[in-house]
């Protein structure tokens, strides 16, 4: 599978650095204006039978959409979502492509681990062009 959109690793990688952890959505954790919103990867949805209606489509992370996540262990990688099962590095296999790790210790930066999936700002990503 062949990374379909361009992205700033750079740029993002110091968004991130930049970020506190109450900025982050996550489950227990609800921003009113977050800096980095989670996704429901769509082979989720399936795989558990929720209601699609009650996501907002711009949280959907479709097949073919690099997403982060928390991959590997106290890190945040870049992956893209797969019908197909890939192996990660550590040997764990997941229905993503491992693309980059972005952050190696997310303890260090945050004060602790992270987990869960978020979808990649816009301003950090765009489809290439054929």
């Known amino acids: ?4 959109h361009e992205i700033d690793y750079k740029g993002f990688e110091a968004y991130l650095k930049s970020l506190d952890k109450s900025e982050i959505e996550m489950g227990w954790n609800k921003p009113q204006f977050p800096k980095l919103c989670e996704g429901e990867s769509l082979k989720d949805i399936e795989y558990f ?3 699609i ?5 711009k949280k959907i992370i479709q ?3 690099p997403f982060l996540v928390d991959a ?4 945040l ?3 893209i979502l797969s019908a197909k099962r890939y192996k990660l590095p550590n040997g764990r296999v997941i229905n993503a492509k491992f693309v980059k790790t972005v952050i190696e210790d997310c303890r260090s930066v945050y004060g602790t681990p992270l987990n869960g999936c978020w979808k990649i700002p816009s301003q950090f990503i765009k489809p290439i062009k054929k």
């Not at 590997?72 to 890190?75: M, R, S």
């Open 1 to 4: 599978m062949k990374l379909k």
């Open 49 to 51: 039978k929720c209601d």
């Open 53 to 57: 209606s009650k996501i907002p489509p």
């Open 63 to 65: 097949i073919g959409e």
């Open 72 to 75: 590997l262990g106290n890190d």
């Open 77 to 79: 990688s870049i992956v």
